[in-house]
């Protein structure tokens, strides 16, 4: 099940802070050295249980912001 | 210059006003009681948009001239409009308080806002452009999502986030880094601008090697409002994409199964004649066919559904599917604003399509158009009936 609210405040979608280093992570993850930066933002952009898979690869922390909103930040582990 | 002869009340003090709203223009007349208005539009304000007549047995005339902007009602934009007044001898003149070097300038913007929120705003001694549209201290995009500071669109409906420009000075913030700076302080035109968040997202992976979904919006005064993309829980591929009260193109995803049900008109019947048997048969004419959708949006939270309202209440919308757009008009049967406890209702949809007639092709699923090219045939009839049912 997906956080998509949390004490009536929205969840903001993941937040990756390295992106370089997630996309070495994709390419491992699908068995593909060749694929593109922007195949993986369309992938990171397109829900999919296979997207939720690949998030759970890595260390996750949810930060909520001044009581406005909450950030999952994604970090590679 | 001698002093002219009438007074004009413009609806705000800075003439601002909204093309949905009614626009009451005061017009003085003194012991005349009758006068001519003209009002000019155009880049250089010299284009004569109407020439009126008012009357009134009391000293003021009150004119709602809103009409004359009805083009702008569900667009957003702005356009200004110069109202003068033509006393007898044909001289044109602003008034009293507006001399002829200042003259009374309406700023029309696009859109417009309910009844209600005009009566409380009112009630506060406000409007809208010092409430919202033009206080970069507060969220003054052009959505109707949210009139409050958290702005979250879920990442298949995110769409560029409008606003009126003049006089707003803000920076965009991820953390606490500024990743774009906007200051329309010197302006002297007021203008229509959009950020795409969308784009800033992609450029912001290239910039700072994030993938970064929370935009602070941060002005001289501090933090006014946050974009915040929130993930969609399932993929879809029916959305409803309308315009909203400000005249700005929204998008609704529908989560949920979309079904589709022909509206089949009654056949007319017709008599033709038959030469096997030599007199007229009754045949049936071809039916009219509607496309009709049923979907529900989804479980919605009280505020999403208030944005659900929005598009309800939309002249402009279009039913998205595979890439396509089509007109339609969207009803709810059932009761949007519910006593719930908090807890998110879904809402049924009936989507009827504007286009409808004589034939039937389907919109909700690809065409497969390989079809009409296969090399032996086998999918096409003599008179590609099948193709295209």
Redesign the interface.
Known sequence: M?L??TH?????????????A?LVLFRNYKDNQSLS?ERF?DF?????QERNDFFNLFSEEVIV??N??A??ILTSL | MPTPLYKILLPTDNGYCLAGNPIMMGFWTGDIQSARYRIYTGSNLDVLEYDGMISSISEWAWVDVASIFSSMKNTAGVTRAKIVMVDDAGVESGSAEHTPDNIPILTIFGGGISKLLVRMLAGNNSNIFSWKLKDSTTNFFLTTRTNS??I?IP??ELMPLYYYAKGLKFDIKVDDTIVMSKDHTADIEETLQFIDFSALR?QL?GSI??????FRIVTVAG?SC?I????????TDFQLKFKNSWGVWEKISLHNVVNFTPAIGEATKINQFDAIVNDFVSTTSRKSIGNIFTAESGYK?ANERFFLMDMLSSKSVLFVTYGREYACNVTTDTTLIASTM?DPISVNLKIELQDAGEFFSPVTDEIDYNILTSSDGSDITTDGANILV
């Open positions: 997906l998509k609210e009536n405040i929205p969840v903001a979608a993941a937040q990756i802070e390295n992106m370089s997630a930066m933002i990171l952009n397109y829900p999919s912001v001044n406005r909103y950030k999952r | 500071f958290t979250a990442e298949n992609l992976v090697n994030k993938l970064v979904s929370a933090w946050s915040v993309i929130t993930q969609a829980e399932t993929p939270t908090g």
